[in-house]
């Protein structure tokens, strides 16, 4: 299924239908060329748009993810014990790294579902 295609008015700015005669707020006459292209460039926008966001949740997951690894990981080297929930501190080192990783996930699923558009 493909996207809705839209666009600003140039009278009032509000986002019309590509398809639209006319604004349907302001009740300009639109040119089926000029709404075509505006269209096609609202579309690329909101393309980057999305694989911005999906950019930033890879990065901040990816940094999430390794401040709670890290933190793990020195707690093993002190201790000895992998850790487990055992502690107070555990747990919630536990949910950043595994939030970090479901954050990646998503941005990563998003930017590799964008590619195939």
Known sequence: MGRAKVFQCPACREYISADAKFCRFCST?????????????????????????????????GTVFAIGAAALTFIYFQTGV????????????????????GDFLYGLAGLVGRFWE
């Open 82 to 101: 992998f850790p487990l929930g055992e502690s107070s501190i555990d747990i919630p080192l536990w949910g950043l790294t595994l939030s970090g990783v």
């Open 29 to 61: 006459l639109v040119d089926a060329q000029t709404a075509t292209l505006a269209a096609e460039e609202q579309g690329n926008e909101n393309k980057l748009y999305r694989r911005k966001q999906f950019v930033k949740h890879v990065k901040l997951g």
